[in-house]
């Protein structure tokens, strides 16, 4: 309980502090904390369907989690988008449907932020008649909380008849305390990351790759060190159609977006992580390709745009809601 106590205080502002956050002189309009319905929101690619469901949000504190910036530069990126310090950051789960295969790229946070912060991917599942014993794969995009804490429930596998992919150096670091010690990363990461795999390992459900390797049809896997050692993105080809899943890349797009030098104190790797952020970005501006990404605002399916500063434009999916002629 402690643990749990220490890690919803990283991320979320206590009652005292998000009162303060009102005498901010930032020209935003109101933002209300509303419940809003669980569920996803499909589109196809290729042969494949896609769905993005939702885990929930969560506030987060800019000021105490990103690094390389300064408070001023973080209020002048959110002002520009409306927004103000916290901000409430999406938690997105993905759902790729192949002939013989329902697979889950992350499992949002499960029981780990306690009630009323994340943990609804079953409940979003179900919207679509769909039940955990009936995903068969997993794609992990790394072993942090909020991607990986949905496999447990309880101390159980939560999807009984799925394998696990996930980066081999995420396995070897997380799974070595020794580790922790050498690099003092929060001792947290490495008890979550053993508390949900580990119920997958002895069962023999876990599956690695390293470098780019072809997991399932029409799917590679490729990692990308920097926030964590083994994260990765999930590149899905299908009928000549693309889609990159690219896991915690970018946090916030208010702010990463416009500069993404900006880090995060979760990244394990600093540095590694803002050069994966930069090349990244431009890559797929230059291609014009589409992503999907865990923490933009539900459903994070869409296009980055280089903006011609310096900096990138993010470009949510057109939303679509009809019957197909």
């Known amino acids: 309980m402690n643990n749990l106590k220490k890690v919803v205080s990283a991320l979320v502002f206590s009652g005292a502090l998000l009162q303060s956050s009102a005498s901010l002189a930032v020209s935003v309009g109101p933002q209300h904390v509303l419940s809003q319905q669980a569920g996803g929101y499909r589109i196809q690619v290729g042969d494949a369907q896609i769905t993005s469901f939702t885990?929930?949000?969560?506030?987060?504190?800019?000021?105490?989690?990103?690094?390389?910036?300064?408070?001023?530069?973080?209020?002048?990126?959110?002002?520009?988008?409306?927004?103000?310090?916290?901000?409430?950051?999406?938690?997105?789960?993905?759902?790729i449907e192949l002939p013989g295969h329902k697979i889950l790229v992350d499992t949002g946070v499960g029981q780990l932020f306690g009630p009323g912060l994340g943990g609804r991917l079953v409940e979003s599942l179900a919207t679509r008649g769909i039940r955990p014993e009936d995903i068969t794969e997993v794609l992990l995009t790394h072993a942090h909380s909020d991607?990986?804490?949905?496999?447990?429930?309880?101390?159980?596998?939560?999807?009984?008849?799925?394998?696990?992919?996930?980066?081999k150096p995420d396995i070897d670091f997380f799974f070595n305390n020794e580790n922790q010690q050498k690099t003092g990363y929060d001792q947290q990461h490495f008890d979550f990351?053993?508390?949900?795999?580990?119920?997958?390992?002895?069962?023999?459900?876990?599956?690695?790759?390293?470098?780019?390797?072809?997991?399932?049809?029409?799917?590679?896997?490729?990692?990308?060190?920097?926030?964590?050692?083994g994260s990765a993105f999930f590149t899905l080809n299908s009928a000549g159609e693309k889609i990159v899943f690219v896991g915690d890349i970018i946090h916030v797009a208010a702010v990463q977006f416009p500069d993404p030098s900006i880090t995060i104190t979760y990244d394990e790797d600093r540095p590694q992580?803002?050069?994966?952020?930069?090349?990244?970005?431009?890559?797929?501006?230059?291609?014009?390709?589409?992503?999907?990404?865990?923490?933009?605002?539900?459903?994070?399916?869409?296009?980055?745009?280089?903006?011609?500063?310096?900096?990138?434009?993010?470009?949510?999916?057109?939303?679509?809601?009809?019957?197909?002629q």
């Open 55 to 95: 885990d929930g949000t969560v506030p987060q504190d800019l000021y105490t989690l990103f690094t390389q910036t300064t408070r001023q530069h973080i209020d002048g990126l959110l002002a520009k988008n409306y927004q103000s310090n916290p901000v409430e950051v999406s938690i997105n789960a993905f759902l």
């Open 147 to 167: 991607h990986e804490g949905g496999l447990v429930k309880d101390g159980q596998r939560v999807f009984t008849n799925a394998t696990v992919y996930v980066g």
């Open 193 to 229: 990351a053993q508390r949900a795999l580990g119920p997958y390992l002895k069962a023999g459900k876990i599956k690695t790759f390293s470098a780019t390797e072809t997991l399932l049809p029409d799917i590679t896997g490729t990692v990308h060190p920097g926030h964590t050692p």
């Open 273 to 324: 992580a803002a050069k994966v952020r930069k090349n990244a970005f431009r890559e797929f501006a230059r291609q014009g390709e589409m992503i999907a990404a865990p923490h933009l605002p539900w459903p994070g399916i869409g296009h980055i745009a280089d903006n011609g500063h310096g900096g990138y434009n993010w470009i949510p999916v057109n939303y679509t809601n009809r019957t197909a």
